[in-house]
């Protein structure tokens, strides 16, 4: 088999067999009167492989090509006729499949695809209880400066305001005397990232947090500065911002829903308004 597959692939590229034309072109190999035609095998190929890719490639698709012929006639021949009878289950595949591709047109085609922000919220607001954290999660603000800055009181001074952190007049002394910042104070941060990444020394979350508003962390030359601007613990409710795609997601398949139940609904009605079914 070997020694057949080899010459057979080098025919295929070499050659061309003129005598074993059919109507879907020539003929690869035959199987018990089964054939594998060139025009099956067109999809195996790609623009810019190598003929030695090529040959391989062949000789693989070939083989299993063969070997699966070879296994369907062995079941035909030992199943009874019954057990070949797959009239029924492709009949019900078929109709999924034919299902399956209208419903994806229709939706393509009708679904509103837009979520707006007051959608958005006003979910979060009606399912809150929906969206429950798994881990303790912080807003936050950070600035690396030199230990020795003579700025440093006044980073201090505008980190401790509990009233107000003011992000913009932070980010303009930043600019000019920190090594580096980050100021992103509406993104939601997994806590345990935030103690690995600074090497906090905490004990228990939520203790830490609630006796921790302000921290500096000194580390060679450098103090960070950081401000825990809000956080909640696992089983809380998830922040709004933390689950806007998943809304989205919800949102979206919920109109779904709806438009394909509308549809089999109006079928439904203008069947019987039809009178294009009968129940005996």
Avoid at 1 to 26: A, N, P, T, Y
Avoid at 76 to 96: A, G, I, V, W
Avoid at 155 to 180: C, G, H, P, T
Wanted: proline content about 1%.
């Amino acid at each position: 088999m070997r020694l057949s597959l080899v010459g057979l692939i080098s025919v295929f590229f070499l050659i061309s067999c003129q005598d074993q034309r059919q109507e879907k072109g020539e003929i690869i190999v035959s199987v018990y009167g089964k054939n594998l035609y060139k025009t099956d095998m067109e999809n195996i190929f790609y623009e810019g492989i190598s003929y030695s890719d090529s040959v391989l490639r062949s000789k693989v698709y070939i083989d299993k090509w063969v070997r699966n012929q070879l296994l369907v006639r062995q079941a035909e021949n030992n199943l009874e006729p019954d057990q070949l009878d797959f009239t029924k289950r492709l009949e019900e595949y078929r109709n999924s499949l034919v299902i399956n591709k209208y419903e994806t047109e229709l939706i393509k085609q009708n679904l509103d695809t837009e979520v707006t922000e007051d959608q958005i919220k006003e979910y979060y607001n009606n399912n809150s209880d929906e969206f429950r954290l798994n881990r303790d999660v912080v807003r936050m603000v950070s600035v690396d400066l030199p230990k020795d800055s003579k700025k440093k009181w006044l980073f201090i001074k505008l980190f401790r305001d509990y009233d107000n952190i003011m992000v913009d007049s932070i980010a303009s002394l930043s600019e000019e005397y920190a090594f580096s910042y980050d100021l992103n104070i509406d993104e939601w941060r997994n806590f345990e990232e935030v103690v690995e990444q600074f090497d906090l020394k905490v004990k228990d979350n939520k203790s830490f947090l609630n006796e921790n508003k302000y921290i500096v962390v000194n580390k060679d030359d450098v103090s960070t500065l950081i401000r825990f601007c809000e956080y909640r613990f696992v089983n809380e409710v998830s922040p709004c911002e933390m689950e806007v795609e998943r809304i989205k997601y919800i949102i979206l398949s919920n109109r779904k829903k709806e438009l394909l139940e509308k549809l089999y609904e109006d079928l439904y009605s203008k069947a019987v308004q039809d009178k294009a079914f009968e129940v005996y």
